[in-house]
């Protein structure tokens, strides 16, 4: 999602109009809530591409820039930076609300298409896989003296499911993001090392095999995208959420929530979460393995299985948006925008065209994000409601932003990528554009502080802040003075109205040491439950053997959401000293907040079989109450199994409960609980047929030991080793030049041999070879595989875009081309298959000629997660399709729809192919007026859903 981002110095300028507005007004430059205004800040040619920003104590904006981004994706013509991609520093010199003055800070080779920034103090720490690098400017004249790789061996270089941008959080910790682009192979300075990867891999020319189920140094299995937590000196490296896709940022706010959005496999699933520690955020499989496709349940929704809502172990989703590609977030936690603003976490969307409002609200022990808002839009409000006019090119849906920041004076910054594209796959916008808006409240000019660190009191007002790093420098400096400042700490702690600057002070104080310390312990009886929550967390980051001394009463006493952060917290304690603790938590679960459900898994994960075999394993399993039953599911403990056997039996329950125990015996990993599961196949009935799926599920993964003699039914395509003999005899070296081509010929002659070919042909193998592939396409009539053929063996005749834009369109004879064309792959709305995206949001991400373009050109720009593989059998067929899981058992949706389960013992190669496996218009028979009608269809047809 990269060349999501910019915007022109024409944008907006009256073309077109929203369908509540008369076409003759014009539209404003971004749609913002009353009492606010927006403005151009700053525009090309100040800087370009903008993919992250920060904002340093003078109040100037410093911006990555990703000019290279991808590269090898976009035609010639694109602007290059030859030495390397820029951080730039922007600033208002005259105060007239505009910057008028930039400049180079860096231009690095090492910086290829940099996705974060954060600027703290005289040092600038920069995102750019596979580099954390740190540039220290020592005597303030915008120039870095010295250059450190402070980490390195993050996956995804110039992809933008790599590393993004870098937070230092209130307890004075770096908090580092990293989408599922991997292999992540991270060292700390003390020598800890992080490996990460999963199934997921992306056909790019720095691509290193990305693989699931690594083992950190702790001894965990970490998936996909992450966030890690390190010492500012390199030490201490930790995992506290991982199994993303693609997380573009993580926010920590005051209170050290973390906030994150991430995207998805273009289903309508983008999701915005707040993050518990030690969570696992529900993309892959529990060992990453297989994908969420790969794991689908009968019944279950997309947005349920995509992120894994149905397992235990797994982080509650929060918000779940619909289409869109998110990028960066910040939560404002001052009144300059005005009161009402204040707490307002932003979540911005480059697929979407908007930046995202929410007021984050406790409800029982967690943050579920219900009250989403639009809060900057290009398309008035939200473009789920935007309809389609057919003009030929909308500006409005260029809008791209990529990230979100609050200046020193409290005024919001929107960089804006621009581009008719989203989703990081290629770029349109040549020059490289980019816009940064700027939001002010229209009542009140915010003027810019003069912050001085050199005094206590230019300190706390820093402390104040509303931007991130001014104020953790202040934390900072403010620490180095210890108790010289306590009677200031302690007045905003017990002074101050803003609960943000409170908890600012409270992890100020909880770092200065015992009398810190001791400061703060009155608070966990504060009345607001997030000062309580973060004196919590301070206590435990700087003083855990004083938070053990507290637990007790605070289980007992506390509400849900310090009992769930209790249960968080108190994780790597000694089982001796913290289970009485932890029964007082397991009293207060009321069986259905999901958050603290999790929590308990988290935190009881060593210690569960424990606190079972003592304290449930005695009850008659046919009076265990609905938490038990919840837990004991989260828990998934073996002891348990014969308990519930016992459930599973029982007629007498509901179908509910014995329905629970089923599915709490399928994550038990153990030969009782399929041994159990293998009696309930027998059963008629729904319990029966669930049964049945979970054997016929898991005898290719985690029960595969336990049932090798359990007959599943594996569907394979036919067996045809006649093939192999023939694809032998055109790779031996002794074969004359006649016999190759005969056997050239017969492989052409089937439907599985002509894969064979394009197999060998996408393994170099007919480089050298001086033979006639004239006869390889002729007879395919699979519009896939002759498009595959077509790329290996012949040229295709492609259409010209400019012919279709210069077309009428007609939307009603487009709705009968796409459900004849384009729903045996794809859903329209309630119809047609999943094999490629789902469209009926397409008009929420695209315009009218970048859909054009994507119908056109199918090759251009392919979704991350669609890439296509031929996966060569020993049974001789091959396989064309999508790979959904790798390991023990290999899963292929196949081009034509259909799943194939597979041991990994079957498969004799695999090849990731650079094409999609969407056919080009020539393969469809598509004409141009064809491709201009569909395209008018799908922008008509989702935005009026």
Sequence with gaps: MVKWLVCCSILFVGLFSCNTRNQQEEPPLLFVPEGLEVSVWAESPLFFNPTNMDVDAKGRVWITEGVNYRDFRNADGHKVQDKGDRVMILEDTNGDGKADASKVFVQDTLLRSPLGIAVLGNQVVVSCSPNVII?????????????????????????DHGLHAGQLGPDGKWYFITGNAGPHKVEGKDGWTLRSGSVYNEFTPYSTENVPSQISDDGEIYNGGLVIRINPDGTGMEVVSHNFRNAFEVAVDSYGNMWQSDNDDQTASCRTTWLMEGSNAGYFSEKGNRTWQADRRPGQTIAEAHWHQHDPGILPVGDVYGAGSPTGMVRIEGDELGEQYRGLLLSADAGRNIVFGYNPEVIGSGYPLQDRQAFVSSVDKDNTSYIWHQVEEDTRKWFRPSDATVGTDGSLFIADWYD????????????????????VPKDKKLTLPKIDFTTTEGQLAALKNPAVHVRAFAMQKLKEQGAAVFPQLVNIIQNDSNPFFRARAIWTLAGMGAEGINSNLPLLKDPNQEIVLTTLRALSANAPERLLDEALRIAKEGSPLIKRELALLLREEDWGKSSEIYKELIKAYDGTDPWYRNALGIGMRDNAETYYLANVATMDPAKWSPQIASLVWEWHPKAAIPALKARLENENLEIEERDLALETLAFIFEKEAVEAVKTA??????????????????????????????????????????????KGQLKDSLTNQEQKQL??????????????????????????YNLDFSAVNKDEKRPSVLKLLRHYFGEDAAIVEEEILSLGKDPVAGKVKAIQNCAACHRIASSGNEIGPDLSQIGQK??????????????????????????ALKNGAVLLGLLQSSGPVVTVLDFQGQRHVLPAELVLTRKQLPISLMPGPSEMQLKAQDIADIAAFLMQNNTSN
């Design 135 to 159: 540039y220290t400017d020592e005597d303030g004249d915008d120039i870095p003296d010295s250059k450190e790789i402070f980490l390195t061996g993050f996956g995804g270089k110039d992809h």
């Design 420 to 439: 008719p594209i989203v989703g990081g796959h290629q770029m349109r916008d040549t020059v490289g554009e980019g816009k940064i808006y700027r939001i």
């Design 681 to 726: 196949a027998d059963m008629e009935g729904v319990l029966g047929e669930k049964a049945q799926w979970w054997l016929q599920f898991r005898k290719y993964n985690e029960w595969s030991a336990f049932l090798q003699d359990w007959e599943a039914p594996i569907v394979l395509p036919d067996a045809q080793p006649n093939l192999l003999a023939l």
């Design 743 to 768: 056997a050239l010929t017969q492989l052409a002659e089937n439907p599985s041999g002509r894969l064979h070919l394009a197999l060998m042909g996408a393994e170099g193998v007919f480089k050298n």
């Design 846 to 871: 695209m315009d009218y000629p970048t859909l054009v373009n994507a119908i056109a050109q199918p090759d251009a720009a392919i979704g991350f997660g669609s890439e296509a593989y031929l996966i």
